[in-house]
């Protein structure tokens, strides 16, 4: 099983970015499909979280700003980051709690890296 990020890249503050993960391989059910983030010197944080059901949950500081969706037809978590600020640069990872056959498996994607300039 793996996780593609994508979708990163370098914009100005008050900008849009949207990242997209897939997960690949020979997936059972879905369940968590969660973003993260890294920034320099920083430990990794939590920034999202949807549920197979349709639940999500933000961290307060992306609240209003970000949006977590899913295609689960596609295997598929997105970002939609928007008023995106300075504090936003980070990598940042998807993170999946996935079941394959008998087994149940989190994992991490490679990590996109967003960088806001003023």
């Known amino acids: 099983v793996q996780l593609q990020a994508s979708g990163g890249g370098l914009v100005q503050a008050g900008g849009s970015l949207r990242l997209s993960c897939v997960a690949s391989g020979r997936i059972s059910t879905i369940n968590d499909m969660d973003w993260y983030r890294q920034a320099p010197g920083k430990q990794r944080e939590l920034v999202a979280t949807s549920t197979s059901g349709g639940a999500t949950n933000y961290a307060d500081s992306v609240k209003g700003r970000f949006t977590i969706s899913r295609d689960n037809a596609k295997n598929t978590v997105y970002l939609q980051m928007n008023s995106l600020k300075l504090e936003d640069t980070a990598v940042y990872y998807c993170?999946?709690?996935?079941?394959?056959?008998?087994?149940?498996?989190?994992?991490w994607g490679q990590g996109t890296q967003v960088t806001v300039s003023s």
């Open positions: 993170y999946a709690y996935i079941v394959v056959g008998s087994l149940n498996v989190w994992t």
